[in-house]
Each structure stands twice: as structure tokens, then as C-alpha cells.
């Protein structure tokens, strides 16, 4: 796969690359945080490639980097596919309220690919 990511800067102990191809086009994004036993998926982003094997190649990437941790995060019900073949189990979904001008909730599943 002609993709790799890039590391872009670290806020509030998160981290934030950019997923690249050979043309250093950006294709998305990821962001995680390193726990002691784990790596926290907040977010994979790619724009309009989805279905393209990037957003595995993001998971596997960050596996290979840290073979010691769990991959965990907290899944959108639109992303549970991707999630299970990825091998993750669920725990149970909870509804997440986003404040802001417009009050949103968000259905979220947490979820462990343990190693």
C-alpha cells in the first residue's frame, strides 16, 4: 500500500498524524493516545477514501509501532463493520451528548483488539 502516516503534533497527550500517499496528498487523519497498556483510537478520518484498506493499514500501522498495547476506542454504530473485522470486541454502546450550539448525541460502543 502506498500510504503512510505522518506525524503532524501531540496536544493534551494526544497524538495527531496525517495518512499520506507517495504524492503527499492527505487522504485523512488519525488521532490516539498512549495509555500505559493501551493506544486510544479517538479518531480516524478519511475524507472520501473509505473502503480502500487505508483505515486498516492506520490500525495495523499504529499495532506495529506498539505490539505490547491493546488498540481500544470507542466505535461509531456506522463504523462496528470495520471495527469487528479489525477483531475488536464490544462492550456496551452508551449514548455520548455533544454540547454546543446544536446538542447532539452521539451512540458510542467501547471497544478492545487485544494482542
Known amino acids: 500500500m502506498n500510504i503512510k502516516l505522518v506525524y503532524c503534533y501531540e496536544m493534551n497527550n494526544k497524538i495527531y498524524e496525517k495518512i499520506v500517499n507517495t504524492d503527499n496528498k492527505i487522504l485523512g487523519f488519525v488521532v490516539y493516545e498512549l495509555k500505559e497498556q493501551e493506544v486510544f483510537i479517538v ?3 478519511m475524507y472520501n477514501n473509505k473502503r480502500k484498506g487505508f483505515g486498516s493499514f492506520v490500525v495495523r500501522t499504529i ?3 506498539f505490539p505490547d498495547k491493546n488498540i481500544t476506542g470507542e466505535a461509531l454504530t456506522e463504523a462496528i463493520g470495520f471495527w469487528s473485522k479489525m477483531g475488536a470486541v464490544f462492550d456496551k454502546k452508551y449514548i455520548k451528548i455533544k454540547e454546543g450550539l446544536l446538542e447532539e448525541k452521539i451512540e458510542r460502543t467501547p471497544f478492545c483488539i487485544k494482542y
Open 43 to 45: 479518531n480516524i478520518s
Open 63 to 65: 499495532h506495529e509501532r
